[in-house]
Every structure is written in structure tokens, then in C-alpha cells.
């Protein structure tokens, strides 16, 4: 018995002293971490409008097409998203497939921000970038990938100038927010925007940061970080874990009126699809959108479930429309290794297909 007890201890103080070593090993790494492959495939900025800046990404295969895609994220989060890793780098996978690609980067509001309202960015904003690159290439149609809240934008500019869209692609984008599956939906009903707006101006980027982790608060606030233990001797696993990390935490302040508008009459009344929502004198009716369209989604998705995107399909006018899903989550629709075997080369596919 005794003896037993010793080799119990002897291997309880045995893992104890590899943890030890691993955590040693882990801070040896996190002084020697290089970043320099993150971020980094070739981009020039090409326009700059306030805070608004369009970067154009260098083609070194040669473009399959003469018509350029604009990439537009969502004004809550950062686009680097899509070039976070160069094995998993969603810009570069479609670069690699042949694609001319520009992307949109909606920088970071400051207090004179305030009153920018969700006309300009979506009308002026959007519109003179989509004009640039339409001018910059000598053509009258461009391609638009818009993701999340972006891809809210995109249907709704894509609904008022269909002339300008050639293809539209939609990845993991709200457009029915009255559903019963999604936690993020119901709290929204409850909020009160005004007071949140009225007193702070900028709605505070590290507010919606924990709205979304409260989602899910024991995997995203203590699992992942109790897992990354196990990876702290490991460069790669540790310089792709804090890559995301910095991402997550990156989220830009929202502008108070463009906010205001976008949560009381996108989310909390529901008014995009139901065809009663109006942009400056323009309502806006998604049956305008006419070019081809690809709604992608992430059927793990529970920031934006299935169910919310999956209404776009019924209310378009497209005659040529397809709705694919993935088995991943928010992220992981453009950054993770299905995202490079299935995602990219599918969005890359079908609009060389149609350009």
C-alpha cells in the first residue's frame, strides 16, 4: 500500500514538473514570438476617404478576370480577419484562384464621429469606394463579397444600385432579425439604444466585445485559455491562438446614430425584410437585387445563426441564386482550413464563373 501511495506521488510530482517545464518552455516562446507572416499578403491603398481606406491586394498569378471584387467587412470587427494567416489567409486563396481583389477598411470612429448616420456609411461611404474601383477599372459593374454586417450593407446598396453590382456574395449576414435561435437576437429586442447611444456617443467597441462573449462565456472567458496551456511550448499553435486573439479584442467603437438606426430598426424591429425600411427618402426592397447572388453561411455559426441569413434566398430578385453551408462557426467561415479547402475556392469559383 505504501509503496503504492510513493509512485502516486512520484507521478503527481512528475506532471507537475513537466507543466512546470511547459510553462517555462511557453514564456521562452511568447518573448520569441514573430509575427512578420501574419497580415502580410501585398496590399497597396489606393483611397482614402475620412477614415474609410480601400486597399488593393497585388496579384502576382494574374487576375482570370477584368471584373475587380470588393471585399467589405462588418464596421463591429476588423477585416484583417480575412489575411489573419498566410496557410489560412482567405484573400490570398482567392487571389490564388484568380481573382482582382480590393478590400475595405472602415478604420476607427472618434468622438467627432458621433452623428455620422447609417446614409453615409452605407450611401456615401460605400458608394464612392464601389465608384472608385469601378472608375479605377474601367468598368460599370463590380463584384461585392460582404460579410456579416457588412453583407447587411451590401444587400441594402445592392437593392439601390443593382446597375452596380455585378455579382453580389453574402457570408454569414443578418437579414431576418426576429428568430428564436439566436441569444444575441433576444437580448437586442431589450436594449435600450437610445440611453446607450445618448450617453456615450461612440457605443464602446469593448461593450459589444462582451456581448458577444456572454454568448458563450465559459468556452470563450476559461476553456480556450485552459486549453492553450497544452500548446504554450508550441510556436505555431501559440502565434495562431494570440493571432486570433487580437482579432477578437480589435473591435472598433460604433458610431452613436448610424448604431441607433441599425439597432432599432434592423434588430429590434425587424424592418429590412418585412420591406419597411428607409435609408435617407429611399425604402429599401431587397427584390431589387437582381444580379447573381451566393448566400454563404456557417452552420455552427452563434453570432449570426443559419436562420437569420437564410431568409435573404426568399425575398431577392435573382433568378440566379445558391445558398451554401459549412459545419463552422463566425470565424471559421473565412479562417480556418475548411475555409481554404471549401469556402474560398467555391466563392472564387462561382463568380469567375459569372465575371
Known sequence: MQKKTDNQIAEYISQVMKKQQKLADGLDVLMNLDFEDHYKTPKKLVYQEDKLKVYHFEQTNGA??????????????????????????????????????????????????????????????LGDAIDFVRKTNGVDQINLIAKCQGGTYGSIYASMYPEKIKNLVTIASPIDFDIEDGLLFKWAKQMDVDSLVDAYG????????????????????????????????????????????????????????????????LWQENKLIKGEFVLGDKTINLNNITMPLLNVIGEKDNL????????????????????????????????????????????????????
Not at 463591429?76 to 487571389?95: A, T
Not at 445558391?322 to 463568380?351: D, F
Open 304 to 355: 449570426i445563426p443559419p436562420s437569420s441569413s437564410k431568409p435573404l434566398m426568399d425575398v431577392v430578385g435573382s433568378q440566379d441564386k445558391e445558398m451554401v453551408t459549412y459545419p463552422v462557426g463566425h470565424a471559421g467561415i473565412v479562417a480556418s482550413s475548411r475555409s481554404q479547402r471549401e469556402v474560398a475556392p467555391k466563392i472564387a469559383e462561382w463568380l469567375l464563373k459569372r465575371s
Open 64 to 125: 482570370k478576370t477584368s471584373v475587380p471584387t470588393l471585399i467589405m467587412y462588418a464596421l463591429m470587427n476588423r477585416p484583417y480577419i480575412m489575411d489573419l494567416q498566410q496557410e489560412k489567409s482567405f484573400v490570398k486563396k482567392l487571389l490564388d484562384e484568380g481573382l482582382d481583389l480590393y478590400i475595405l477598411d472602415w478604420g476607427y470612429p472618434t468622438p467627432e464621429d458621433r452623428y455620422i448616420t447609417l446614409e453615409d456609411y452605407i450611401e456615401d461611404y
Open 202 to 265: 461612440i457605443v464602446p467597441g469593448d461593450f459589444l466585445n462582451m456581448c458577444f462573449i456572454c454568448l458563450k462565456p465559459y468556452s470563450l472567458m476559461v476553456d480556450k485559455y485552459v486549453a492553450v496551456i497544452n500548446s504554450l511550448d508550441d510556436p505555431k499553435a501559440l502565434k495562431d491562438f494570440l493571432s486570433m486573439e487580437k482579432w477578437i479584442f480589435d473591435s472598433p467603437g460604433q458610431a452613436g446614430e448610424a448604431y441607433r438606426k441599425y439597432m432599432k430598426d
